[in-house]
């Protein structure tokens, strides 16, 4: 199994509130891992961590080998210049909680946009893959449609297709469901359902249990901004071993 | 003992039911009926109020031959009027193009993470807005008093050229510097009041896309503050059309300085002057309204979810809806 993302003694603080505390994490390439834990535990910031949206006090990720956001340089980790990372986060994909599209212009001017700009595809070509990749969300038919004529789990599949239109090694989801109401849930898990089977490395913070349990191959439960536990979720989300893990499954149930 | 009286209960059922109708009922039979509209009549009595005024006041245009208005059309298309009109409106172009210019990198500058660019253009936006714009165009026009001579060299060492402070700078560039110097301060914290208005998210997603951050601004944030920006640009745009008229102390001729200027040779005609003045200046800010109506309709793209028909489009369909067009 190769590894996809490393994160090494990973230290957040806002103000006096450590975020994240000496976190070491590994996701392996070709999974799912799903992170969950309560609300202000650090599994966003965590996620944000990885593509470098965050930056870390100290401690330091690599994506695929490469670091992310920082090189070393006499026995130092130095932040890079803002186009370098900008250069290195179009190869790893985001999906927001909140329904981040570009409201102003439409669905396959949203999809396009980043490929065209950072990886130079013509035009057309993007926008032909950006036809496909819409039929793949299910959504083929809002090519054309702006993104607040579209209910809010439309909304987010077109921001999974954007996501994908970079072809990224490694996406990242925070929440990605936590803003819809329940009827539009299931659409976006069935895509990221399907993103699975296809092999696609994915990273999801969640509080769809049921969904982590079905479609995750790893299972982190985060507390505090530390990893309480970590494992396949037959174990974590079934018999966890600690009794904070167990506390926290019994609240969602 | 009871048998000879027939049962009680039989006799009540042979009395006639009240025929009673109830508000369901009611209803029922109603429901295919329109439903009347509520009447408005302070709609009409206010509309009447204001209709009466208002043919007072054209009455009272019309009717007072002190407003000379032979003389008024005499001079609203008089040569030097126009030319005065056409300084005006230079004046305007230019003064608002840079201005906006300006506005753009001071807001650019104050929205930075360099304290340096912040606090400069701070304090660029505090002067400027501090000055009245007379009192600036002022010292401009007696720049000489200050600075003889101004020069391009390197910053405290030698200069390469050297120009007087008169011939650079005319009585028209004083004009268009002080406007733009003025303006820039105002439309910087308009376009910065747009830029703030825009979701944080929004720049966030698109960093996280991996987009330079030139094509951030330009793509993605600078669209949808425009949008915020229109109406209190236009707001600026048309106090910069009528402030355009300060500059006659500087003995430029523009639209209100040929009107000042003409009054004072023709005795009695200060009053048509002036509405000559008054027309142009309603006609050219109508036209920057219409102007404004249009880009706020073409930058409320994705914002609405059905873009509202412009006034033109309504009264078409409402002609063909009543068989007048077709």
Redesign the interface.
Known sequence: MTVAVKVRGAVKTYGTNRVLDEVDFTAQAGQVTAIIGPSGSGKSTLLRAINHLEPLDSGYVTVRGELIGVRLHKGRLRELSERAILRQRSRIGFVFQSLNLFPHLSVVENIIEAPVVTQRVPKQQAIKQAKELLAKVGLADKFDAYPRQLSGGQQQRVAIARALALEPELILFDEPTSALDPELVGEVLTVIRDLAAAGTTMIVVTHEIGFAREVADHVVFIDAGRIVEQGPPSQVLVAPEHDRTREFLGKLV | MTSSSPPKPARESELPKPVEETTDDLIDKLQSRKVVPLRHPWRWAASLVVVVLLAQAAHALTTNDAFQWDAFGYWFTRPVVVEGLLLTLQLTGLSAVFGLLGGILLALMRLSRNPVLQSVAWAYIWLFRSIPLIVLLLFLANITALYATLSLGIPFGPSFVEFSANDLLSFYMVAVLGLSLNEAAYAAEIVRSGIISV?Q??L??????????G?QYR??IL??AT?AIIPAYANQLIGLLKGTSVVYITSLLELFGVVQSQASINSGQIIPLLMVGTIWYIVLTSLLSVVQYYLERY?S?????TVPPTPFQRLRSRLRTTGVAR
């Not at chain 2, 793209?301 to 979810?305: F, I, K, Q, V």
Request: charged content about 30%; aromatic content about 4%; hydrophobic content about 35%.
């Open positions: 979701d998210s929004q966030e997603a698109a960093s996280a896309l991996g987009l330079p951050k094509r793509r993605i669209p949808q949008r930058f793209r994705g914002a609405l979810r």
